[in-house]
Structure formats: structure tokens, C-alpha cells
Antibody, heavy 120, light 111 residues
Framework: EVQLVESGGNLIQPGGSLRLSCAAS????????MNWVRQAPGKGLEWVSY????????SYADSVKGRFSISRDNAKNSLYLQMNSLRAEDTAVYYC?????????????WGQGTLVTVSS | DIVMTQTPLSSPVTLGQPASISCRSS???????????LSWLQQRPGQPPRLLIY???NRFSGVPDRFSGSGAGTDFTLKISRVEAEDVGVYYC????????FGQGTKLEIK
């Protein structure tokens, strides 16, 4: 069974930093691309960042470019999101999402999410 | 950036009746490999999103056959043949042809 478990969400002051983690299990993590997608309270879905299976291709939404950094450790079956210079508008539930590029089933499995609240 | 526009934003439906949601992209979603990377996701209240349909018309594993997707180019449709109570939630279209963009979401509710 595919499982994605996010952690690291917290209440943080504007300008602060936070690192989110995602522990993957139930599939061969190293052969799948991964994404972070966020959802502000009561709002829709916003794609944040993508990383290829080997970590050699990375992309970011304009709203987080230069502030957020995605990475992965295939030996630990883990995905990360380093979030710096946080703003109130970054407040959201952050989802770790698998991407099955092989069959084109993008965003096929989602974690339960971790809540990041940016407030003073 | 590709903009995804869904209609309607809210859809009250009677149980057992069909429902339809439209999604339009600001540019063609046909990728250089010939595939069209348009997906539909369902988000039930209090739950993370769940993939229903990928590449326009392919049902994901475990998705009931009352859900179907169609369309091409810039215009796409999700249809539910007979709405059940468990279908209540918000439905999103998503393009993965150029990075990722989601539609605003369509709230499906029972009349």
C-alpha cells in the first residue's frame, strides 16, 4: 500500500524557516518523481514544487521561487521542502504527492498533509 | 502560465442523477509526446485529494466506472453517470503538460 506521511508543519513567525519532510513507503520511491502541493484554509489547490526521480530536474511555482527548496534522499525514501523567508500567504496544508510519469498518472497518491501557519 | 477554468463552481445534484463539470485551459494541453496531461481529482470533506481520471479519460485504480472523462485540446469534461452520496466534495481539473495548474474547484452537493 502506497503511504506518504508528511511532518514538520508548525506555527512560525513571518520571515522564519521551516523544513517539511515526507516519508514514503509501499512503493519504489527512487523511480518516482514527487511534488509538493499546498492548500490554504478554505481555498483550492496550488502546486508548489516538483523533483524528478533522481533529483536532477527541479521546478518551483513563481510564488515560492528563491525561498523554497525541494530535495530528496532516495536511500531514506524521503522527500523534503526547505521553506525560508516565510510569509503569511504561505499558510496552508502542504501535501506530499507522488507523480507517476511513466503512465502519465500525475499526482496519483497524496499524503494527509501537514499544516504550516505563518503568523506573529 | 496555463490557466484552468472550471464551470460551474457549484453543482447541486439529485441523488441518482447525472452530473457534469467542464474545464477549459488557456492553451492546448497536448504535450510534445502526443499525450494530453489533463487529470481530474476529487476532494471529499476533510480528506486529501484523490486522483480519479488521468490523461483525459483513463480511470485511476479503484475509481468507479460511473466516473468518466472526455475532451481534447483545451476543453474537457468530467461526468458522473449517477451521483451517489459519497460523491459529495470538490472536484478539480489539473494540467501537467506545463508544470502543474489546478482549476478553481467545483463543489458538488446533493439537492
Amino acid at each position: 500500500e502506497v503511504q506518504l506521511v508528511e511532518s514538520g508543519g508548525n506555527l512560525i513567525q513571518p520571515g522564519g524557516s521551516l523544513r517539511l519532510s515526507c516519508a514514503a513507503s509501499g512503493f519504489s520511491f527512487s523511480i518516482y518523481a514527487m511534488n509538493w502541493v499546498r492548500q490554504a484554509p478554505g481555498k483550492g489547490l496550488e502546486w508548489v514544487s516538483y523533483i524528478s526521480s533522481l533529483g536532477d530536474a527541479i521546478s518551483y511555482a513563481d510564488s515560492v521561487k528563491g525561498r523554497f527548496s525541494i530535495s530528496r534522499d532516495n536511500a531514506k525514501n524521503s522527500l523534503y521542502l526547505q521553506m525560508n523567508s516565510l510569509r503569511a500567504e504561505d499558510t496552508a496544508v502542504y501535501y506530499c504527492v507522488r507523480d507517476d510519469e511513466g503512465v502519465g498518472a500525475h499526482e496519483d497518491y497524496w499524503g494527509q498533509g501537514t499544516l504550516v501557519t505563518v503568523s506573529s | 502560465d496555463i490557466v484552468m477554468t472550471q464551470t460551474p463552481l457549484s453543482s447541486p445534484v439529485t441523488l441518482g442523477q447525472p452530473a457534469s463539470i467542464s474545464c477549459r485551459s488557456s492553451q492546448s494541453l497536448v504535450y510534445s509526446d502526443g499525450n494530453t496531461y489533463l487529470s481530474w481529482l476529487q476532494q471529499r470533506p476533510g480528506q486529501p485529494p484523490r486522483l480519479l481520471i488521468y490523461k483525459v479519460s483513463n480511470r485511476f485504480s479503484g475509481v468507479p466506472d460511473r466516473f468518466s472523462g472526455s475532451g481534447a485540446g483545451t476543453d474537457f469534461t468530467l461526468k458522473i453517470s449517477r451521483v451517489e452520496a459519497e460523491d459529495v466534495g470538490v472536484y478539480y481539473c489539473m494540467q501537467a503538460t506545463q508544470f502543474r495548474t489546478f482549476g478553481q474547484g467545483t463543489k458538488l452537493e446533493i439537492k
